[in-house]
């Protein structure tokens, strides 16, 4: 039964997250390739976008004292990152829970594995993310776990600090010095990729207009 607690992250500056909190994270997944949630892990309420910096924690199976203390030292800003160490029949997150982080100021959470009280996160209007549902929870029995450690979430590493993009397509972390740039290249394809969808519409073909038809033309010839 050992906790280990360490600081709170740094969290990522406010200007590097205005700037990602207008990327998709469909528009990252154009190119890079780590740093992505598993695609199981998905939002409970539709339809919501946030960025922040992550809070990781991993907590046992049956066992939510740790998360319930974590609740305390929660800051504005932040992103809960939750290992349930292969854990997939209890859920750690709830109503009271949600409460608590909404109140503190957290943006958002990421559980792998399953959330409960679906109505009630739902009534909290906080931007939620998991392996589904259960009606099995667990309670106060004091088993360990650690704060701000690396963790393993949706077959990702998230390291505490990281940034947090997450949307109706999934969760993606980067590491903070990435952030800019990464939001930089994202913004201006996402321009590009919207003229060529107003091209379409006025008539243009979706191969001319991305290169695709050339290519194939180009091989058949």
């Known amino acids: 039964m050992t906790y280990i607690i360490r600081d709170m992250p740094a969290q990522v500056p406010k200007d590097d997250l205005d700037l990602l909190s207008g990327v998709e994270t469909a528009t990252l997944g154009h190119w890079r390739h780590f740093g992505f949630l598993h695609t199981a892990i998905q939002p409970l309420i539709p ?40 854990d997939d029949r209890y859920a750690c997150w709830g109503g009271g829970v949600t409460v608590a982080a909404k109140a503190a100021g957290a943006v958002g959470a990421a559980v792998d594995g399953p959330c409960t009280d679906l109505e009630e996160i739902r009534a909290s209007d906080f931007p939620m993310w998991c392996r589904g549902l ?83 033309l180009a091989r058949l010839g």
Do not use: W
């Not at 809070?55 to 290992?83: C, E, K, Q």
């Not at 029995?141 to 998230?158: E, K």
């Not at 201006?188 to 194939?216: D, F, I, P, S």
């Open 47 to 86: 339809g919501r976008r946030v960025v922040g910096t992550a809070v990781t924690i991993a907590i046992p199976g049956p066992d939510s004292t740790l998360l319930h203390h974590l609740m305390g030292l929660l800051r504005p800003g932040d992103f809960v990152v939750v290992d349930r160490l292969h």
């Open 134 to 216: 259960s009606p099995i929870t667990t309670r106060l029995y004091d088993l360990g776990g650690a704060i701000n450690v690396p963790v393993s979430c949706g077959n990702t590493v998230v390291m505490p600090g990281d940034a947090v993009l997450a949307d109706e397509s999934g969760v993606v972390v980067l590491r903070p010095g990435e952030v800019r740039g990464e939001a930089e290249a994202a913004l201006k394809r996402q321009e590009v990729g919207k003229a060529r969808e107003e091209a379409v519409r006025q008539g243009a073909r979706l191969g001319e207009a991305t290169g695709a038809t050339a290519r194939v």
